[in-house]
């Protein structure tokens, strides 16, 4: 009998009849053998992943437990729930008065707060100030040295970089408009210019001046200059380049926007009820807005938009009071100004508000300075202003604010449970280093998997950066010394080179705050000056001359001459052979230029090199 093939009995069989290799293949990933060997590799994977997971987090964790420790023993409590500042009685609490927590509060979480304050929100409209063409100031000249052709007595020459040059510029201006005080966008003057024909400043020099150079001139005008392509522009025009008919070139000065202070004071005097209001509410002691202050990066701060307005409207109407020869008034409004910063001082102090007292601060100073420089105010004022300036202290808020950041920064790290890194890594984040060598990798994709572990160690670092920047900018007596700050800065830096995901949490968290420590030494040393200037100028007042040396100021108009916050030696002072004086503190290159100072091309201070300069005006 013929033998037949065995037909396929199994369901195995019949798929796989006429691929026996598939068959061999299938039966040997599908084999129990093969699942117990799969299943034993999971297990191990698994093992491996928490170990690594676990070893991690202790890592990690004593990390930051050694950091933490090392700061408790200082005497700062690294607990979030320490800071928050208890709640205070309503009659005590400047935000309980009315308005002010409308006004000032800035944000509720993520909600904003509708402002509803006038005198933060209008434009001035000058209704009887025609649009006309700028008024044709000043021709400056540029020749050869000994070049000058003077046609009268109403012409000046000043050779290029000449220390005597801004006063004589200076004066040059007033004699022909008259003085004029406010800011880029409104100027002001008691009353409009009648100009007949410019006067003349030849400006004597062996090559054209540079933007800085001629911007150096004028350096208290309120004007702001940028480079154009006919010249230097702003608002329209300020400095208009010409050809001179002489095959030289000059600049021919214009102002625009001016005002008539008198129609300004009437236009605000509008907000009078709500300046009551807040000079009503700043004699109460507390400043603690209504807010969850648990999360300490959904704290409601103060509006920095309200503030930085008043206190441009309040220095405004200043200044056209210091025109008007009405002092005691342009002093009412100097010291709202100076008190509108109690609304900052609530706790724990964030960057931000700090930074905004130090803005606000510059303001007022340089407010007094153009008192000072119309020598419109008087001994009362003048006496009133040295104390409001005796007790101003920016470096210390902000370095408390340094100190909250540290806080706030590792309690919201912290914060983050599993699953919830992807808040922080989102893909529109761009992360860097301050040098800008770390590249942040993709992790929103890969949030699921961040140890927690690395989250302490990121801790870890954003809190070292910190406490090297505090420890860099702290000092026995008080001062700020740029080289130890740029030393710290660079340590800084240098915990969040490479790529180890230790350091891309901090790197993104802890920005370069060298700037911030920069201006508040600048605005702390020009706080400074203006209390010495206030003495030198009662000093005068009282005897016809400024003293030999600023010690002849004690006791009679100063308690003590204050030292430089910027390396903490005192003050360079000179008198001067126009009959003013120089006042100046050595700069942030820490090297003495003689009373130089140099300008960006906006016509700013230049911090990083010259020396910081109180400018005087002559009688």
Known sequence: MENTPEKPTTRRH?????????????????????????????????????IFYTEELWRGKRAWEKIKGEIEAKGQRMDWSAHIPPPVPDDQNIFKAPHMQQWF???????????????????????????????????????????????????????LNDPAGPAMAEQLVRETVGPILGQVMLNFSVKQPELKAPRRLWLETDRDPGANELTALFPNLPVKYTAAQTGWAANGEVFHLAPDGDGGHKFILLLD??????????????????????????????ARIECN???????????????RNLAQRLAQRAQCYLLLGQPEKALAELT??????????????????????????????????????????HEPQLAALQEQLREINLPSPVLEAFRMERLADSHYLESFKAGEIKKFFRADVVGKSPKGKVKIW???????????GWTYQNMAVATRMLTTLLEGTDSVDGSIRPGNVKTAQEKMEDFAIGESPYHLMAGIMVPNFIRAIQTTAQNQSLVQQAFIACALERAYLAHGDYPETLAALVPQYADKIPSDIIMGGPFHYRRAADGTFILYSVGWNETDDGGKQFLTNAGQPDLSQGDLVWQAMRR
């Open 442 to 452: 993709d992790y929103h994709q890969l949030y699921a998997l961040w140890p927690r």
């Open 257 to 286: 926007n001016v005002h008539q202070a008198g129609d300004y004071l009437a236009w605000s005097d509008q907000f009078q009820s709500e300046f009551n209001d807040i000079r009503e509410a700043l004699k109460r002691p507390e």
């Open 336 to 377: 709202l100004i100076h008190d509108i910063r109690h609304l900052l001082k609530g706790k724990p102090i964030t960057l931000v508000a700090a930074m905004i007292n130090v803005a606000v601060t510059g303001l007022y100073v340089s407010t007094i300075a153009d008192g000072l420089r119309l020598h419109a105010l």
């Open 14 to 50: 019949i798929y796989f009849q006429h691929t026996p290799t598939f068959e061999r293949l299938f039966c040997s990933l599908f084999s129990w053998r093969t699942l117990r060997r799969a299943l034993m590799v999971i297990i191990c994977l698994m093992t491996l992943a928490a």
């Open 105 to 159: 509060a800035g944000r509720w979480g993520d909600q904003k707060v509708e402002n509803r304050a006038d005198f933060a929100t209008k434009d001035f409209d000058d209704p009887g100030k025609a649009k006309s063409d700028p008024y044709h100031v000043l021709e400056i000249l540029v020749v050869q040295p000994g070049g000058a052709k003077v046609a009268g007595p109403s012409d000046k020459v000043v050779r």
């Open 293 to 307: 202050y648990e999360k300490p990066f959904e704290i409601t701060i103060v509006n920095f938009v309200v503030i």
